[in-house]
DNA sequence: ATGGTAGCCTTGCTA
């Protein structure tokens, strides 16, 4: 049983004590973070490592930044998303655990939509939909884990209509989503729970997270050989509700041990 | 009520 989990954590260096706490007490194999806000430098491998952890990390200073914890290190490590050597934005890493392949996104906000910030956005996806195409071809088990920053229905928003125009629930966003997800992939968290209103992230303005107002963005998606041998998922909640928590939560799930037998 | 909060190494930008 592997245990994957991505947690958005709105800088790393504030966020330590929390995500130390998680681990300690959820006890994941892998953690993707997003937002880690460092450079890789600055990120704190050595308290991770006397935690039992080793790190994957893709730097930024001030902005974005991805990085993969885990229980065994992992190898075949992609820093960056292919398709635009241009990039500067810390936003993809992937690494290979055995006969799973992990990669942690941060996937472009894109607001505010009539800036250069939606079309770059919109362009990301593209790239990251050619990339998992090419992932999906290997026939492997593999999760895309991370902030994609897009609420896939009304479901997962508390306002949609206050939210429709937003980048994280536009037209275009959501189309790019279910592009990729018909390539092949499974929503993790929706196998197991198909109930409205049930959120990954809570803005911290407007007592947004008091009124369980929050929005579901933070997606695990799963490639047919994991979906086969996934066997829970869910969101954890309660990290939202700590002292100096992240504006976002935990969302995991469990992939089992391959099948001996055909299915 | 055009606000509100959080983090960065800042005096605005990003979310």
Not at 57 to 62: D, K, L, P
Not at 69 to 79: H, K
Not at 101 to 124: C, D, F, H, M, R
Not at 227 to 244: L, Q, Y
């Amino acid at each position: 049983m592997t245990k994957v989990a991505t947690w958005n954590v709105n800088s790393i260096k504030v966020r330590m004590p929390l995500v130390t706490a998680w681990l300690e007490e959820s006890k994941p194999d892998i953690l993707c973070l997003q937002e880690i806000k460092c450079l890789a430098e600055d990120f704190p491998t050595l308290e991770f490592r006397g935690l039992g952890y080793h790190a994957a990390v893709v730097g930024q200073r001030t902005y974005n930044g991805v990085a993969i914890l885990s229980r065994e290190p992992g190898d075949a490590v992609i820093t960056a998303l292919p398709g635009n050597g241009e990039d500067p934005q810390a936003r993809y890493v992937e690494a290979r655990f055995g006969d799973l392949t992990v990669a942690s996104i941060y996937l472009p906000n894109g607001n505010p939509v009539a800036s250069e910030k939606y079309p770059y956005k919109l362009a990301w996806m593209t790239r990251l939909r050619a990339h998992a195409k090419a992932l999906l071809a290997r026939e492997t088990a593999f999760v895309l884990a991370g902030d994609y920053n897009v609420a896939p229905t009304d479901d997962d928003v508390y306002d949609p209509v206050g939210w429709r125009e937003d980048a994280l629930c536009r037209l275009e966003s959501r189309s790019q989503y279910r592009a990729l997800l018909h390539l092949g992939f499974t929503d993790a968290f929706r196998l197991f729970d198909a109930a409205p209103h049930r959120y990954s992230f809570w803005d911290y303005q407007a007592g947004r997270w008091n009124r369980d107002e929050g929005l579901r963005i933070d997606h695990l998606l799963l490639s047919p050989q994991a979906a086969d041998r996934v066997e829970a998922a869910g969101i954890d909640k309660t990290p939202r509700s700590w002292e100096k928590a992240s504006d976002h939560t935990p969302v995991w799930c469990e992939i089992g041990a391959p099948r001996g037998v055909k299915l």
